[in-house]
């Protein structure tokens, strides 16, 4: 083990004293779990088990578990569910029709199902150790869980002004004072509230986020059964049935790419890597495990219902968005260049003036249900927003606070007060939220300035191209956990292979496995290897433009950069494409090369889970709380 561990004893008097991983207090052996196996109670625990689950529980002794069964399963499904349901359904329409989007959903819907059930299966066996990272330092190398706890950070992190621009930006059009100050006064009012509820502590952040995400689910059903509502002719259109899979058509060629079959396979590639963006966070229950009542039980179970949140809310929505919005319409985004939009059913040349929209709010305008609903819709989808928003300040200050734990990050981090709310007792690690807050100014950077919402600012370019980076780091995410549940999987094959009595040993690492874990290690094979595909094409488009000079400066004499309405400028567009993969490379070896890690053999991986919480199975109580409790 490599991390530099720090005492809890001193945490808030002497945060820059290190002390050596013996140090750190180890677990009781003898409080295993009944089910554990006797020659399992008689292996020795080895010691990085023991040293990353004595830093987890005193993880848990500074920020006591209070995030209960109902809470992270809820949260789990909905907790995340931001602009890229509700907003980011156009881009997808628009880039490759309703059928070509609805299977990219399936198909990133498949690849996010198997990475959530091969890291479930490793957070069932070892679930307090620090979810994937601390699971890729055991079974991998420590400095892969350091490259992946970074990469993690600035994923959540990033995305947070993301998702508050997005907020603010849905109420834009909403009558009163000038855009601008419209903007700068939602982002400073929703950033200023997600922090607040954060600095309340976790349980109130897990009631403020369970009844958020049950909004949300609410909603999202909803708009899936007003969409079938429309399609079936209950608006002014009339019966509206297949025809927009008719017309304009089921496919887009992207960008009139010839031949066409080869245009609308790419137009189906690009918005598979748009859906990887809307689709990471789904293994939020794995990350949140530190400050979850009895994990080793409500972790797992959450993981396993997430298939609710990608094929009923994702791919649901895209089909129903598809049934009821042409993917030409202007409304939906800016256009392909060369190619024209239509307007009420008139086609016509692109207008920077025309405000991108959801397709759910076009389908109200077109369908004359009145501005009472598109209103209430809008003001829901900016409170999904913020409400995604709010667990991106969680997850990114539970991340740093972790990395401070293992002397990974800044000392002054770890510092979490203790104050007292009525008969709440609250420890927060402020710092870490803190910081969370600052990378969530990055939200005004997004405010056009001017009050023309079409006129961006150098600031503007920066913030987007720092948001086209999460996808990218997205996708290191799931490839760095594919590669962690490889070697666990090969490594537990090893064993079975070289030790007979192997699975007979160890009933606890077979005890959590399902139907669809006998398939493994094809879903991990096929999600690792679709993940590095997409990354490594996360920015084809800018290879193909042989037409115009590649600029990676720019001189006072310069005009203005070559850029696409819809892409972007192609250098930045380029860097941000593909800077996290050299920075998660730069993380491993830097790693390597100041603390000499090595990579973990496989007889050598640890087979012991230690000392896990006792399974407690309790009922809900009350009947609405066990329809929830079935339910998610």
Not at 43 to 49: G, I, K, L, S, T
Not at 53 to 68: A, F, H
Not at 344 to 352: E, I, R
């Amino acid at each position: 083990m490599h991390h530099r561990i720090f005492s809890s004893d001193s945490t808030n008097r002497l945060l820059g004293t290190p002390t050596t991983p013996e140090n750190i207090p180890l677990p009781d052996i003898g409080s295993t779990s009944p089910r554990r196996g006797r020659a399992q109670r008689l292996e020795e625990v080895p010691p990085r088990v023991h040293r990353h689950q004595g830093l987890w529980r005193r993880i848990g002794e500074k920020l006591p578990p209070q995030i209960s069964r109902r809470h992270v399963s809820v949260i789990s499904v909905g907790g995340v569910i931001g602009t890229g349901v509700f907003i980011g359904v156009s881009n997808s329409l628009r880039h490759a029709g309703p059928i070509g989007a609805l299977i990219a959903y399936l198909i990133t819907g498949s690849i996010v199902w198997s990475v959530v059930i091969s890291i479930g299966e490793m957070v069932a066996w070892l679930p307090n150790v620090g979810g994937p990272v601390g699971l890729a330092c055991l079974y991998v190398d420590p400095a892969l869980g350091f490259a992946l706890g970074w990469n993690a950070w600035y994923n959540w992190s990033v995305i947070l002004p993301a998702e508050l621009s997005a907020a603010a930006i849905i109420l834009q059009n909403f009558p009163g004072i000038n855009q601008s100050s419209r903007l700068y006064i939602s982002v400073s009012v929703l950033l200023g509230v997600s922090t607040f509820v954060n600095c309340l502590g976790a349980r109130v952040f897990g009631e403020v986020e369970f009844f958020l995400s049950l909004f949300k689910v609410l909603l999202i059903c909803g708009l899936i059964v007003l969409s079938l509502v429309i399609d079936l002719g209950r608006g002014k259109e009339g019966m509206i049935g297949l025809s927009r899979w008719m017309k304009p058509g089921p496919f887009v060629s992207y960008r009139d790419i010839k031949p066409s079959s080869w245009g609308d396979f790419l137009g189906l590639w690009t918005v598979i890597m748009q859906a990887c963006f809307s689709f990471f966070g789904t293994e939020v229950a794995a990350i949140a495990a530190g400050e979850v009542i009895n994990p080793r039980a409500n972790i797992p179970r959450a993981v396993k219902r997430v298939w609710i949140r990608i094929f009923l809310f994702y791919v649901g929505a895209v089909f129903a968005a598809g049934l009821i919005v042409r993917s030409d319409d202007c409304r939906l985004g800016p256009p392909q260049p060369n190619k024209n939009c239509t307007m009420n059913g008139v086609s016509q040349p692109y207008n920077a003036n025309i405000t991108s929209s959801s397709p759910f709010i076009i389908a109200v305008e077109d369908a004359g249900f009145g501005n009472t609903l598109k209103n209430f819709l809008t003001i829901a989808f900016a409170i999904s927003a913020w409400s995604a928003g709010t667990s991106d300040i969680y997850m990114s200050s539970r991340f740093l606070f972790f990395l401070a734990e293992c002397g990974q990050a800044p000392g002054f981090l770890r510092k979490t007060p203790r104050w007292r709310l009525g008969r709440m007792d609250v420890r927060v690690p402020y710092f870490s939220v803190l910081v969370s807050f600052l990378v969530g100014l990055l939200a005004f950077l997004s405010v056009p300035s001017s009050n023309d919402p079409t006129v961006t600012t150098k600031a503007n370019d920066v913030f987007k191209w720092l948001s086209s980076m999460t996808a990218a780091a997205s996708l290191l995410s799931w490839v760095g956990m594919m590669f962690t549940y490889l070697r666990f999987f090969y490594g537990r094959k090893l064993q079975e292979e070289t030790d007979p009595e192997f699975k007979h040993n160890h009933p606890v690492l077979y005890s959590n496995r399902r139907w669809y874990h006998n398939w493994q290690p094809i879903p991990a094979w096929y999600a690792f290897l679709s993940c590095v595909g997409i990354m490594f094409a996360n920015g084809w488009y800018v290879f193909t433009q042989k037409s115009f000079p590649w600029r990676i400066a720019e001189e006072p004499t310069d005009g203005p950069p070559i850029l696409d309405p819809d892409i972007g400028p192609f250098v930045p567009t380029f860097i941000s494409s593909y800077l996290p993969i050299p920075f998660f490379l730069l993380c491993i070896f830097g790693y390597k090369l100041v603390y000499r890690s090595k990579m973990v053999r496989r007889k050598d991986m640890p087979w012991n889970n230690g000392t896990v919480p006792v399974i407690e199975r309790r009922r809900p109580d009350g009947f609405f709380w066990k329809i929830v409790d079935a339910l998610f």
